[in-house]
């Protein structure tokens, strides 16, 4: 027998051994989008040990036993959703304590608050809330402004309160609403409960710090947000103490998201070096993170602007919609970069401990510059795959595009913002600016590797939903939920869909130095996947926004059938 017949025969002889092991799981009869550009397309996957066993088609079907099977009955898989950017901590008190973005009368008020009442244990104070974001701009609009306002009183939420201190937010947190109790606490006399300027920053800095069981029952309520929709990873930037409410959950495992730690300000970077939070360079074919496959460390969050909502964000030219009197803002600085000389010098210092750098950046002139540090990082720690992220790349300039292709850099991007932020953004800069608006084709006909994500929950302005599949349709169609413009938003930006799970899968766990175990269905990694109710491939985008998550995989195990909750909610 010839050598190379015999190296088949026994490459035939191990596959079929290897297949007739018992597995752990086995997703089968499927259509089953991998992101493996070898092999874009499945029916089963097998599972055993939290890893990919094996991936094939029905041509050459599993032969061998599993200890529990799902027959996916034709319906589309993917692998599971990783968010590249959520405020993890604010979505679980929005979702456990108090969200009244939405809310702009009494009415809506006094229903909001008694729900939460009734959710909360008798002494947990409400607070935030941030009333009136979409009363300007009503949520799903593309456009046009109210100019009414509301302003809430005591009166209409004391009597129904009074168990719950409360000390709720206007959007903009420049007006705060206290009841009765909260007042009391406080040792303000207020006939309407309205605070403002000093009075509010006062009394909010003394409101309790939450106790760890409420940060952690907060926490579980996010999860269970993530497990419905199919997201097995999240991308956080919370305060330090949520570190300690992840560790426990996986203590108890209660973990159902895979968490990837971004410590959220840029003077943390000399800690993360003590703490060895760095990127792993050692075998420069596979840079990864520290920590584990539950929780991992090694990027570092910063701000160089602030945010569209606030006018805020720094363009290189005034707002549109300014007033007269301040008809030359064009937006500030941030916290650490108002000292620029010491800001560029904390980067040098954090990107040479091989720390990774996420760095939010919105308006036009504030990209700018952070494309001059990266052109300063080269020079000075030298040229490296560093995937430098930039967060939001908001708006750019047309000259700035091209000079992206010398970087290769991660654009942490989150597609829902089109959605939502349309209804201002001509208004705040002019229609020959919003040409560089979330530009997603043109950062990627530029090198950029787009990483997306929501901000879930969102600005004190927007809500922004955990939902995938908003983003997918926001990346696709460029349309408000409503179907506006018919043509989208400077469509000329659109991306494919499949581009779009590429980017919510591959792209993000290539923006966190993880796409050797997570992004793809391939053959020994991590066997994370989402399983939905309806083929996007084959329906239209506006059915995406009502498409559910049937299952969610987290390790080869369901953390989240959708029938099981449904009978669960029905009992």
Same mark, same amino acid.
């Given at each position: 027998?010839?050598?190379?017949?015999?190296?088949? #025969?026994?490459?035939?002889?191990?596959?079929?051994c290897?297949?007739?092991?018992?597995?752990?799981?086995?997703? %089968?009869?499927?259509?089953?989008? $991998?992101?493996?550009?070898?092999?874009?397309?499945?029916?089963?996957?097998?599972?055993?040990?939290?890893?990919?066993? *094996?991936?094939?088609?029905n041509?050459?079907?599993?032969?061998?036993?599993?200890?529990?099977?799902?027959?996916?009955?034709?319906?589309?898989?993917?692998?599971?959703?990783?968010?590249?950017?959520?405020?993890?901590? %604010?979505?679980?008190?929005?979702?456990?304590?108090i969200?009244?973005?939405?809310?702009?009368?009494a009415?809506?008020?006094?229903?909001?608050?008694?729900?939460?009442?009734?959710?909360?244990?008798?002494?947990?104070?409400?607070?935030?809330?941030?009333?009136?974001?979409?009363e300007a701009?009503?949520?799903?609009?593309?456009?046009?402004?109210?100019?009414?306002?509301?302003?809430?009183?005591?009166?209409?939420?004391?009597?129904?309160?009074?168990?719950?201190?409360?000390?709720?937010t206007?959007?903009?947190?420049?007006?705060?609403?206290?009841?009765?109790?909260? #007042?009391?606490?406080?040792?303000?006399?207020?006939?309407?409960?309205?605070?403002?300027?000093?009075?509010?920053?006062?009394?909010l800095?003394?409101?309790?710090?939450?106790?760890?069981?409420?940060?952690?029952?907060?926490?579980?309520?996010?999860?269970?947000?993530?497990?419905?929709?199919?997201?097995?990873?999240?991308?956080?930037?919370?305060?330090?103490?949520?570190?300690?409410?992840?560790?426990?959950?996986?203590?108890?495992?209660?973990?159902?998201?895979?968490?990837?730690?971004?410590?959220?300000?840029?003077?943390?970077?000399?800690?993360?070096?003590?703490?060895?939070?760095?990127?792993?360079?050692?075998?420069?074919?596979?840079?990864?993170?520290?920590?584990?496959?539950?929780? %991992?460390?090694?990027?570092?969050?910063?701000?160089?602007?602030?945010?569209?909502?606030?006018?805020?964000?720094?363009?290189?030219?005034p707002?549109?919609?300014?007033?007269?009197?301040?008809?030359?803002?064009?937006?500030?600085?941030?916290?650490?970069?108002?000292?620029?000389?010491?800001?560029? %010098?904390?980067?040098?210092?954090?990107?040479?401990?091989?720390?990774?750098?996420?760095?939010?950046?919105?308006?036009?002139?504030?990209? *700018?510059?952070?494309?001059?540090?990266?052109?300063?990082?080269?020079?000075?720690?030298?040229?490296?795959?560093?995937?430098?992220?930039?967060?939001?790349?908001?708006?750019?300039s047309?000259?700035?595009?091209?000079?992206?292709?010398?970087?290769?850099?991660?654009?942490?991007?989150?597609?829902?913002?089109?959605?939502?932020?349309?209804?201002?953004?001509?208004?705040?800069?002019?229609?020959?600016?919003?040409?560089?608006?979330?530009?997603?084709?043109?950062?990627?006909?530029?090198?950029?590797?787009?990483?997306?994500?929501?901000?879930?929950?969102?600005?004190?302005?927007?809500?922004?939903?955990?939902?995938?599949?908003?983003?997918?349709?926001a990346?696709?169609?460029?349309?408000?939920?409503?179907?506006?413009?018919?043509?989208?938003?400077f469509?000329?930006?659109?991306?494919?869909?499949?581009?779009?799970?590429?980017?919510? $899968?591959?792209?993000?766990?290539?923006?966190a130095?993880?796409?050797?175990?997570?992004?793809?269905?391939?053959?020994g990694? #991590?066997?994370?996947?989402?399983?939905?109710?309806?083929?996007?491939?084959?329906?239209?985008?506006?059915?995406?926004?009502?498409?559910?998550?049937?299952?969610?995989?987290?390790?080869?195990?369901?953390?989240?059938?959708?029938?099981?909750?449904?009978e669960?909610?029905?009992?």
């Open positions: 027998m010839k050598p190379l017949v015999r190296f088949i #025969l026994l490459a035939v002889i191990l596959a079929g290897a297949q007739k092991q018992q597995v752990d799981l086995l997703l %089968s009869n499927g259509k089953i989008w $991998t992101g493996d550009e070898k092999n874009p397309w499945a029916s089963w996957v097998a599972v055993k040990d939290e890893r990919i066993f *094996a991936v094939g088609n041509d050459q079907p599993f032969t061998g036993d599993a200890i529990q099977t799902i027959d996916l009955n034709n319906r589309l898989m993917v692998p599971g959703f990783n968010d590249s950017h959520v405020h993890f901590a %604010s979505a679980g008190h929005l979702l456990l304590n969200n009244l973005l939405d809310v702009n009368d009415a809506q008020l006094i229903n909001t608050l008694k729900e939460t009442t009734e959710r909360l244990p008798a002494g947990s104070w409400i607070t935030r809330g941030d009333w009136g974001a979409y701009w009503s949520m799903g609009s593309s456009g046009g402004k109210n100019k009414s306002e509301f302003t809430p009183h005591r009166n209409m939420i004391d009597s129904i309160t009074a168990q719950h201190p409360v000390l709720v206007r959007y903009d947190r420049k007006i705060g609403l206290a009841n009765a109790l909260a #007042l009391d606490f406080l040792g303000i006399d207020s006939e309407t409960g309205i605070l403002k300027g000093g009075l509010l920053e006062d009394a800095s003394k409101i309790p710090e939450k106790s760890f069981d409420q940060l952690l029952a907060e926490s579980k309520r996010a999860l269970e947000e993530c497990r419905k929709w199919g997201v097995t990873t999240v991308q956080d930037m919370s305060p330090p103490n949520q570190l300690d409410v992840y560790k426990k959950l996986k203590e108890e495992g209660a973990l159902t998201s895979r968490i990837n730690f971004s410590p959220s300000r840029l003077i943390e970077y000399s800690e993360m070096i003590e703490k060895g939070w760095v990127i792993d360079w050692s075998d420069p074919s596979n840079p990864h993170p520290a920590g584990d496959e539950w929780i %991992s460390f090694g990027t570092l969050k910063t701000h160089i602007d602030g945010i569209m909502g606030a006018r805020s964000a720094r363009f290189y030219e707002y549109s919609d300014n007033d007269v009197e301040n008809r030359f803002w064009r937006g500030g600085w941030r916290e650490f970069s108002k000292d620029m000389p010491s800001f560029k %010098s904390m980067i040098l210092k954090a990107d040479k401990a091989n720390i990774q750098l996420r760095i939010h950046s919105i308006g036009d002139e504030a990209n *700018a510059i952070l494309i001059d540090i990266l052109d300063t990082l080269n020079m000075v720690n030298g040229e490296k795959p560093r995937r430098f992220r930039l967060v939001h790349a908001q708006v750019i047309e000259r700035d595009f091209p000079r992206l292709k010398n970087h290769k850099i991660v654009a942490e991007v989150q597609p829902y913002h089109v959605t939502d932020d349309m209804r201002w953004m001509e208004e705040r800069i002019g229609y020959e600016r919003c040409k560089g608006a979330y530009a997603f084709k043109t950062l990627q006909e530029n090198g950029a590797t787009l990483s997306f994500g929501s901000d879930w929950p969102g600005t004190n302005a927007s809500y922004y939903p955990i939902n995938p599949l908003y983003g997918l349709y990346a696709v169609t460029r349309q408000t939920v409503h179907g506006e413009p018919e043509q989208g938003w469509p000329e930006q659109k991306i494919t869909l499949e581009e779009a799970l590429k980017a919510y $899968t591959y792209g993000s766990s290539f923006g130095f993880e796409e050797a175990s997570k992004g793809t269905i391939e053959e990694k #991590l066997a994370d996947f989402a399983v939905l109710n309806a083929n996007l491939f084959e329906s239209a985008p506006s059915d995406w926004l009502h498409t559910p998550i049937d299952y969610t995989i987290v390790g080869g195990v369901v953390v989240y059938s959708r029938k099981k909750n449904e669960n909610s029905n009992q």
